[in-house]
């Protein structure tokens, strides 16, 4: 069964670092490529990028390049999102799924991480 | 960068009704490559269709989609409980890829 298991929710304070995980089992992790999303309150999806961790070819959305980063770890089939400087802004529920290769769209999700921002 | 609006924004219905939900395109989106998502409160997205009309895995065959080019839809022919929920159209022929805003079909 594929599952996509994601790290716990999160309070942070504003200025403070972050770095949430997206667990893959029950599929080839190399073989797809893992997106995130995010979702900020009361608000729709966003994508914000992709990474293939079989070569840790990564691309960003525009809006979030340099705001984020995102890397993975074959070794223990994970995958990342990472903030170093966090703003209230950044309060949101993030999503990371999955996605073969080729014209596809991504098929399963992560159960969400929440992420708040506040002093 | 290819925006997705979709109309309505709420849709009230009744379990057993047709359900109609439009999604159009700023530009053409390059061979139908068109999704649709459900969004259950507190619930992982659900991919429903791809390609602009082929069901996923386990999709029921209430759920079809069609279009080309501009203008998307997805159409649930008899409405059950479990429906209600937010539905998001997607693109992902173009980079970035890109949501819509979501219609939320609620039960009347």
């Known amino acids: 069964e594929v599952q996509l298991v994601q790290s716990g929710a999160e309070v942070k304070k504003p200025g403070e670092a972050l770095k949430i995980s997206c667990k893959g089992s029950?599929?080839?992790?190399?073989?797809?490529?893992i997106a995130w999303v995010r979702q900020m309150p009361g608000k729709g999806l966003e994508w914000m990028g992709i990474?293939?961790?079989?070569?840790?070819?990564?691309r960003y959305s525009p809006s979030f390049q340099g705001q984020v980063t995102i890397s993975a770890d074959k070794s223990i089939t994970t995958a990342y999102l990472q903030w170093s400087s966090l703003k209230a802004s950044d309060t949101a529920m993030y999503y990371c799924?999955?996605?073969?290769?080729?014209?596809?769209?991504?098929?399963?999700w992560g159960q969400g991480t929440l992420v708040t921002v506040s002093s | 960068e290819i925006v997705l609006t979709q109309s309505p924004g709420t849709l009230s219905l009744s379990p057993g009704e047709r359900a109609t939900l439009s999604c159009r395109a700023s530009q053409s989106v390059s061979s139908s490559y068109l999704a649709w998502y459900q969004h259950r409160p507190g619930q992982a997205p659900r991919l429903l269709i791809f390609?602009?009309?082929s069901r996923a895995t386990g999709i029921p065959d209430r759920f079809s989609g069609s279009g080309s080019g501009t203008d998307f839809t997805l159409t649930i022919s008899r409405l059950e409980p479990e429906d209600f929920a937010v539905y998001y159209c997607q693109q992902y022929a173009n980079s970035p890829v890109t949501f819509g805003q979501g219609t939320k079909l609620e039960i009347k």
């Open positions: 990474i293939y961790p079989g070569d840790s070819d990564t």
């Open positions: 799924a999955r996605k073969t290769s080729g014209w596809y769209p991504v098929d399963y």
């Open positions: 029950g599929y080839t992790f190399t073989n797809y490529w």
């Open positions: 390609g602009a009309s």
